[in-house]
């Protein structure tokens, strides 16, 4: 099994601060990186999919870039508010079997 | 409304009962894909089907079926379930594995097996 890693594991940020994680994933037979939000008793939402190195993906104050040679992923909040707190997750996609192996998550607690 | 549902939501049963979960999508998705969620251990995929009738092992496989027969159900076969298998399970699906897909998931079933 290929390993996918997040880090930290768990983040507390007070509101305003940008915050930023780490996802690392194998550098071979790479096909996708996919980045996901999951509120406590929610499911999964996607944030972004990424597959070209050096993407640079954006959406409002959350951002994420990519780098397929060395093997990670940040992902950047920026001006963090309460509403952000969550488990963020990351996912590879493997091009060979396009299986998708996901990291632990970074739980992150913006306190107001 | 585009979505995916799963059922039941929650689940309470006893060792070797055979039970199913199941999943269905309303948006004509090719992939689809159950996981289970276990503290410490991230998602990790059971099974995927890349479409009708193709169904392929992920990680965990052991101790579950799977059956596609049509393109907007997978369901998920437990034959003999062991409390080991209590976790909470997610079923996803997305238009293609074309990696530039996203995936879509169901609300979750979580299963208790005494």
């Given amino acids: 099994i290929l390993n996918v ?10 509101e305003g601060d940008s915050t930023n994680f780490t996802c690392s994933f194998p550098s071979s037979n790479f096909y996708a990186l996919h980045w996901y939000r999951w509120e406590t008793a929610k499911s999964p939402e996607a944030l972004f999919v990424m597959t070209l190195n050096g993407d640079e993906k954006k959406k409002g104050r959350i951002s994420a870039t990519l780098n397929t040679k060395e093997g990670y992923s940040y992902l950047y909040i920026k001006g963090s508010q309460p509403e952000d ?17 996901f990291g632990t998550g970074t739980r992150l607690k913006v306190l107001a | 409304e585009a979505q995916v549902t799963q059922n039941p939501r929650y689940l309470i049963t006893v060792t070797g009962k055979k039970l199913t979960v199941t999943c269905s999508q309303n948006m004509n998705h090719e992939y689809m894909s159950w996981y289970r969620q276990d503290p410490g251990l991230g998602l990790r995929q059971i099974y995927y089907s890349m479409n009708v009738e193709v169904t392929d092992k992920g990680d965990v496989p052991e ?30 699906s997305s238009l293609a594995a074309g990696g530039w897909e996203t995936q879509y998931f169901g609300p979750g079933t979580r299963l208790l097996v005494l």
């Fill in chain 1, 5 to 14: 890693e997040q880090s930290p594991q768990s983040l507390h940020v007070q």
């Fill in chain 1, 85 to 101: 707190s969550a488990t963020y997750l990351c996912a590879f996609l493997n091009g060979g079997t396009y299986k998708y192996i």
């Fill in chain 2, 63 to 92: 101790g579950y079926k799977v059956s596609r027969k049509e393109k907007r159900n997978f369901p998920l076969i437990l034959e003999s379930p062991s409390p080991n298998q209590t976790s909470l399970y997610f079923c996803a």
